[in-house]
Every structure is written in structure tokens, then in C-alpha cells.
T-cell receptor
């Protein structure tokens, strides 16, 4: 059984650019959630995908968008990057409402 | 939305000591998880415990859902226990995280 994987591990972008982060869910899991963790804080819920449909969204602007694919992997897209988007982005997968398992994260730096 | 408060914010222990971390939450939940975040950022599942008591080795947790709190006990602490401990709660699996407890275990 493979765990949750994320790519890339690190990324540096400049303000105004767009970025795509990727997540492969743990085998057998049909739900993927994305979180943003700023330095020194707890993770904050961005959105969740269940069977390729968005299933809840946190307090993030529309320039944060996502996709879930038929194999339950997922992408997080962020447009018009701002300095405050610099953070660790975490993906978590689960089977429905069961325990969430987190990937190692992607560390995004916006200059 | 649900508010989550963790205490203490920082904790320094001598190796071998015991500790209790607390998580208070503001509303009824059906999902509560404890995590340990290692220095590389990986969140490691410790317990899924929306109610009741569980034990895993030197760690145990208790959630009293009716009183809206959960406790994480660490016994005989080791330097490898150092890191940030998060409590996360929710209805379903949209988790709201606390600010964490930073634990430092000194040898």
C-alpha cells in the first residue's frame, strides 16, 4: 500500500505567476483535501474533492482552484501568486469521512 | 466556525518525563485527530479519536466529546518526540487545526 505523495517538494515562483501542485492519494482512498500551512501556524483547509467533485471549500479566494482525476489523484492550482501564498501546501487523502493521511507537502516560495 | 485551542503553546521536557497536551474545541464534532509534525513538515497520524480513550505504546489519548476537549499523554518522553503536536477537529473530514504545541525533549 503506497502512501500519499506530492510533487514537487520545493518550488520558487515570482509574484503574478501561476503554479500547479500535484498529489497522489493513498491506494483505495477516494477523497482528497488540500491545506495551506503558513510558517508557525496550523494548517488551514483550502478545499476537498470527493469523486471528482468539489466537496467543501475554506476561506480562500477563487484563484485557488483544484481538480480530482478518475484515479483520485488531485491538483491544486494557484493563479496570480502573491507573497502571502508562500507556505507549505499539504494534501491529505481518506476513504470518505475516515481518518485523513497527509503527504510530505510542497514548500512554495513566492518572491 | 469551530475554534480549536491547544495548550500549552510550548513545552520543554527532560528525557524520561511525562506530559499532557490539551485541545479544547468550541462545538460538537464527529472527527478529531492528533498529529505529530516532524522537522521536515510531515504530519504523522497519532490518533483518530472523536470520543473515548486509545493507547499506542507510550502515547495515549482521551476525548470527552460532551465537554469538548481532548488530551494527549506522552509518557517516558524521548528526544525523538520533539516537534509540533496538532489537534484537528471537524464534522466529516474538513479539519480545523489548532495552533499546535511545540515540544522540546532535552537529553
Amino acid at each position: 500500500e503506497t502512501g500519499v505523495t506530492q510533487s514537487p517538494t520545493h518550488l520558487i515562483k515570482t509574484r503574478g505567476q501561476q503554479v500547479t501542485l500535484r498529489c497522489s492519494s493513498q491506494s483505495g482512498h477516494n477523497t482528497v483535501s488540500w491545506y495551506q500551512q503558513a510558517l508557525g501556524q496550523g494548517p488551514q483547509f483550502i478545499f476537498q474533492y470527493y469523486r471528482e467533485e468539489e466537496n467543501g471549500r475554506g476561506n480562500f479566494p477563487p484563484r485557488f482552484s483544484g481538480l480530482q482525476f478518475p484515479n483520485y489523484s488531485s491538483e491544486l492550482n494557484v493563479n496570480a501568486l502573491e507573497l502571502d501564498d508562500s507556505a507549505l501546501y499539504l494534501c491529505a487523502s481518506s476513504w470518505g469521512k475516515d481518518t485523513q493521511y497527509f503527504g510530505p507537502g510542497t514548500r512554495l516560495t513566492v518572491l | 466556525g469551530i475554534q480549536v485551542e491547544q495548550s500549552p503553546p510550548d513545552l520543554i521536557l527532560q528525557e524520561g518525563a511525562n506530559s499532557t497536551l490539551r485541545c479544547n474545541f468550541s462545538d460538537s464534532v464527529n472527527n478529531l485527530q492528533w498529529f505529530h509534525q516532524n522537522p521536515w513538515g510531515q504530519l504523522i497520524n497519532l490518533f483518530y479519536i472523536p470520543s473515548g480513550t486509545k493507547q499506542n505504546g507510550r502515547l495515549s489519548a482521551t476525548t470527552v466529546a460532551t465537554e469538548r476537549y481532548s488530551l494527549l499523554y506522552i509518557s517516558s518522553s524521548q528526544t525523538t518526540d520533539s516537534g509540533v503536536y496538532f489537534c484537528a477537529v471537524g464534522r466529516g473530514n474538513k479539519l480545523v487545526f489548532g495552533a499546535g504545541t511545540i515540544l522540546r525533549v532535552k537529553s
